[in-house]
């Protein structure tokens, strides 16, 4: 964990509410693991006071890459960078996605924004054979930069199938079963629960779980997660954000 003061070298809008932020990071590019954040400080003044915390969403030689929507105050200051700006930027931190082990299919799960890990973790799973079930509200709201062999959900029915992404996933798991899958989620709270049922006793499965942070490394104690054996929290900040489906609580 290091900080580093960055420039920025692109904002590109993905769809209404959704940027990708390109910096460039040459230290932080070469020691990023997928699934990992960084805690970035959007203004050079006092408010917002505290950084905010994004997942990496891919690396290409000096460059760092960081996809968000617009949240609130501190999204939207992000989201009015120019080339040549420069960021001040902590990371990496947390424990990511882990990639190695005996599994031929791995399956991505995202809703909305939490996509956002998926194109880094893509590129770290060289060799795999990969899904990447996609969910969002509408097609408006879609994210597909980055991903591969995309089957997409959305509440709406807007595009691709009408309902939700798990729901997909399990209408199409029955595919799956001669097949040794690892599965892959991030997304909002409601649909990594549901994820975490679907899985129990019978998917190997790693939920990256979002929460708000303040200081990224642990000191604040401000992002806890229960243990499933009942023998009290992890921090995610710390401890994950990325944990297997079976050993948190997801309230």
């Given at each position: 964990?290091?900080?580093?003061?960055?420039?920025?070298?692109?904002?590109?809008r993905?769809?209404?509410?959704?940027?990708?932020?390109?910096?460039?990071?040459?230290?932080?590019?070469?020691?990023?693991?997928?699934?990992?954040?960084?805690?970035?400080?959007?203004?050079?003044a006092?408010?917002?006071?505290?950084?905010?915390?994004?997942?990496?969403?891919?690396?290409?030689?000096?460059?760092?890459?960081?996809?968000?929507?617009?949240?609130?105050?501190?999204?939207?200051?992000?989201?009015?960078?120019k080339?040549?700006?420069?960021?001040?930027?902590?990371?990496?931190?947390?424990?990511?996605?882990?990639?190695?082990?005996?599994?031929?299919?791995?399956?991505?799960?995202?809703?909305?924004?939490?996509?956002?890990?998926?194109?880094?973790?893509?590129?770290?799973?060289?060799?795999?054979?990969?899904?990447?079930?996609?969910?969002?509200?509408?097609?408006?709201?879609?994210i597909?930069?980055?991903?591969?062999?995309?089957?997409?959900?959305?509440?709406?029915?807007?595009?691709?199938?009408?309902?939700?992404?798990?729901?997909?996933?399990?209408?199409?798991?029955?595919?799956?079963?001669?097949?040794?899958?690892?599965?892959?989620?991030?997304?909002?709270?409601?649909?990594?629960?549901?994820?975490?049922?679907?899985?129990?006793?019978?998917?190997?499965?790693?939920l990256?779980?979002?929460?708000?942070?303040?200081?990224?490394?642990?000191?604040?104690?401000?992002?806890?997660?229960?243990?499933?054996?009942?023998?009290?929290?992890?921090?995610?900040?710390?401890?994950?954000?990325?944990?297997?489906?079976?050993?948190?609580?997801?309230?």
């Open positions: 964990m290091f900080t580093v003061l960055s420039t920025v070298e692109s904002l590109e993905l769809n209404k509410n959704t940027f990708l932020l390109k910096v460039k990071a040459p230290q932080l590019a070469t020691a990023i693991k997928p699934g990992q954040f960084c805690n970035i400080k959007v203004s050079d006092d408010y917002p006071l505290l950084r905010r915390p994004f997942s990496v969403c891919y690396t290409d030689g000096d460059t760092v890459y960081f996809m968000f929507d617009i949240q609130g105050e501190g999204t939207r200051i992000l989201a009015e960078k080339t040549g700006d420069q960021l001040d930027i902590l990371g990496p931190l947390g424990n990511g996605f882990n990639t190695e082990g005996d599994f031929e299919v791995a399956v991505l799960i995202g809703g909305g924004i939490g996509v956002a890990p998926f194109p880094l973790l893509i590129k770290h799973l060289e060799g795999k054979e990969i899904l990447t079930f996609v969910g969002a509200r509408n097609s408006e709201q879609l597909k930069w980055g991903m591969r062999n995309i089957l997409v959900a959305t509440d709406d029915g807007s595009e691709g199938f009408n309902g939700n992404v798990i729901a997909y996933f399990q209408s199409e798991a029955n595919k799956l079963e001669n097949k040794k899958i690892r599965i892959f989620g991030c997304g909002p709270n409601p649909m990594l629960k549901a994820l975490q049922k679907v899985a129990e006793k019978k998917y190997d499965c790693q990256s779980i979002e929460s708000a942070m303040a200081c990224g490394f642990g000191i604040c104690q401000g992002c806890p997660v229960k243990k499933s054996d009942g023998m009290g929290y992890y921090l995610v900040c710390k401890d994950g954000p990325v944990f297997n489906s079976d050993q948190i609580v997801i309230e």
